[in-house]
């Protein structure tokens, strides 16, 4: 018997599984970004009750499909393209676990996104590091456990912008009708969603060399002018917006910026080097739109904050996290671009170790409004002579979404009153105090259900 046969795993067959696992592997590596984001989004969904501003979103839900979305172009269209989406998901359940799935859904979809743009931009291990990336950012988690526009506006913005690459390339009719279409609807998922198209815009100035203007230019044109009407409407609406907004603040900006870098420095130092690295390879075979696209999608949501900032009330903390897009494509080219092997691994390693650290923060973090435990409680204070008051209005829906068996009233009536105040528990007794006419009632009981919401019980004395 031959010594070829004896041995049990020959060179050449082992070669060939080596590959055939390698070629598998590359090919479940555009996955792995989409498969995070599904995991760290579904996972205990429910844990966390809705805030003020997820109850509000399912309360403008509920009714028929028509009167949603009259509602909400009228009364709110910035929120008009979500509200549209969340209507079906109401109208099947309104649980905690079910009004939070489209926002799952858009993190899945924007990290998709995410590799198909950046495989454009810098080659498919650049994309598939790009969505892992933007998957494990504490800020895009977030934004995927939460009922609200934030998510879907992410998710547009990285499509559109995949859809733009796209055309750029294939150069087509059908491509630029795509992508006008995708583009035109950006402010109907969210008003910062059209910094997209305004880092597109950067993109087909730049590379208008290289871009077939015929094509490009009307598909632009269309989407602008699109975008122009639904984002007046948007101003118009927020200009007298009485929620509670304040001026604009540099530690809110600050705030905002972290949550899309995810708290991360090595995300940050990975973003800045790709654009280099990007930006030197513009003149090789990558184009100088590339790089006007992805630094557009870091760039100019925080443009768009400052400008609207000026004389609009604006939350530059939530608006701010999805230039988490941008950094995740700049950090996956920054991460690919790294010749050395032990510092590349290394470079990834520190990404990893800040964004688990940043999730098991999160976890453990006291949650702010636990309206689960407020409504509890106004159950075992409530008596036939007592009235509930909530404070801002805004809220109440928060509460009802809880307690739908608690009649509520505006202002204090019977021998006790319980009133229930979300934002700044020091100022929650100055509060209630507008809505019970001390010294008819006296503050007998103040407990906390979250770090920002408090239960009070005022009795006559």
């Given at each position: 018997?031959?010594?070829?046969?004896?041995?049990?795993?020959?060179?050449?067959?082992?070669?060939?599984?080596?590959?055939?696992?390698?070629?598998?592997?590359?090919?479940?590596?555009?996955?792995?970004?989409?498969?995070?984001?599904?995991?760290?989004?579904?996972?205990?969904?429910?844990?966390?009750?809705?805030?003020?501003?997820?109850?509000?979103?399912?309360?403008?839900?509920?009714?028929?499909?028509?009167?949603?979305?009259?509602?909400?172009?009228?009364?709110?269209?910035?929120?008009?393209?979500?509200?549209?989406?969340?209507?079906?998901?109401?109208?099947?359940?309104?649980?905690?676990?079910?009004?939070?799935?489209?926002?799952?859904?858009?993190?899945?979809?924007?990290?998709?996104?995410?590799?198909?743009?950046?495989?454009?931009?810098?080659g498919p291990r650049a994309g598939a590091a790009a969505s892992?990336?933007?998957?494990?950012?504490?800020?895009?988690?977030?934004?995927?456990?939460?009922?609200?526009?934030?998510?879907?506006?992410?998710?547009?913005?990285?499509?559109?912008?995949?859809?733009?690459?796209?055309?750029?390339?294939?150069?087509?009719?059908?491509?630029?009708?795509?992508?006008?279409?995708?583009?035109?609807?950006?402010?109907?998922?969210?008003?910062?969603?059209?910094?997209?198209?305004?880092?597109?815009?950067?993109?087909?100035?730049?590379?208008?060399?290289?871009?077939?203007?015929?094509?490009?230019?009307?598909?632009?044109?269309?989407?602008?002018?699109?975008?122009?009407?639904?984002?007046?409407?948007?101003?118009?609406?927020?200009?007298?917006?009485?929620?509670?907004?304040?001026?604009?603040?540099?530690?809110?900006?600050?705030?905002?910026?972290?949550?899309?870098?995810?708290?991360?420095?090595?995300?940050?130092?990975?973003?800045?080097?790709?654009?280099?690295?990007?930006?030197?390879?513009?003149?090789?075979?990558?184009?100088?739109?590339?790089?006007?696209?992805?630094?557009?999608?870091?760039?100019?949501?925080l443009v768009a904050v400052l400008v609207a900032g000026v004389?609009?009330?604006?939350?530059?903390?939530?608006?701010?996290?999805?230039?988490?897009?941008?950094?995740?494509?700049?950090?996956?080219?920054?991460?690919?671009?790294?010749?050395?092997?032990?510092?590349?691994?290394?470079?990834?390693?520190?990404?990893?170790?800040?964004?688990?650290?940043?999730?098991?923060?999160?976890?453990?973090?006291?949650?702010?409004?636990?309206?689960?435990?407020?409504?509890?409680?106004?159950?075992?204070?409530?008596?036939?002579?007592?009235?509930?008051?909530?404070?801002?209005?805004?809220?109440?829906p928060a509460f009802e979404y809880y307690a739908p068996d608690?009649?509520?009233?505006?202002?204090?009536?019977?021998?006790?009153?319980?009133?229930?105040?979300?934002?700044?528990?020091?100022?929650?007794?100055?509060?209630?105090?507008?809505?019970?006419?001390?010294?008819?009632?006296?503050?007998?009981?103040?407990?906390?259900?979250?770090?920002?919401?408090?239960?009070?019980?005022?009795?006559?004395?």
């Open positions: 018997m031959s010594a070829q046969a004896d041995t049990p795993f020959p060179p050449g067959r082992l070669v060939a599984r080596l590959g055939r696992a390698l070629a598998s592997s590359e090919r479940a590596l555009p996955l792995v970004g989409p498969a995070i984001a599904l995991a760290l989004g579904a996972l205990a969904l429910d844990r966390w009750p809705l805030d003020t501003e997820e109850a509000g979103a399912v309360a403008a839900a509920r009714g028929s499909f028509s009167d949603v979305v009259e509602g909400a172009l009228s009364d709110d269209p910035a929120r008009a393209g979500y509200l549209a989406l969340l209507r079906p998901v109401v109208a099947w359940s309104d649980a905690e676990f079910a009004v939070r799935i489209p926002s799952v859904v858009a993190a899945v979809l924007a990290a998709v996104a995410a590799y198909r743009l950046g495989r454009r931009v810098a892992i990336v933007l998957a494990s950012s504490i800020g895009v988690v977030s934004l995927s456990r939460t009922a609200g526009p934030l998510a879907l506006a992410l998710a547009a913005m990285l499509l559109s912008s995949a859809f733009f690459a796209r055309a750029v390339e294939r150069g087509n009719v059908i491509w630029w009708a795509v992508y006008a279409v995708t583009a035109a609807v950006l402010p109907l998922t969210h008003p910062i969603a059209a910094a997209a198209l305004a880092a597109q815009l950067a993109a087909l100035a730049i590379g208008r060399r290289e871009i077939d203007l015929r094509l490009a230019a009307p598909a632009v044109g269309i989407a602008t002018l699109e975008c122009s009407l639904f984002l007046t409407a948007a101003i118009v609406d927020r200009a007298d917006a009485a929620d509670g907004a304040g001026p604009l603040g540099l530690d809110d900006v600050g705030v905002g910026i972290g949550r899309g870098l995810g708290w991360s420095p090595a995300v940050a130092a990975l973003a800045a080097w790709g654009l280099v690295e990007l930006h030197r390879r513009s003149g090789e075979r990558f184009g100088d739109w590339r790089v006007a696209l992805v630094g557009g999608l870091v760039v100019m949501p004389a609009l009330p604006v939350y530059p903390r939530e608006a701010l996290t999805v230039t988490a897009g941008g950094v995740a494509l700049a950090a996956g080219i920054g991460v690919t671009a790294i010749s050395d092997r032990a510092l590349r691994l290394a470079a990834a390693g520190a990404v990893a170790a800040v964004a688990i650290a940043a999730a098991v923060t999160a976890a453990l973090q006291e949650t702010q409004e636990d309206w689960r435990a407020a409504a509890r409680i106004v159950r075992a204070q409530a008596t036939p002579r007592s009235s509930v008051v909530v404070l801002p209005p805004l809220s109440r608690v009649a509520l009233r505006l202002v204090g009536r019977g021998d006790a009153v319980t009133v229930v105040v979300a934002g700044d528990p020091s100022l929650a007794a100055s509060a209630a105090r507008r809505v019970v006419s001390p010294p008819r009632y006296a503050l007998l009981e103040s407990r906390t259900a979250g770090t920002r919401l408090v239960v009070q019980r005022w009795v006559r004395p």
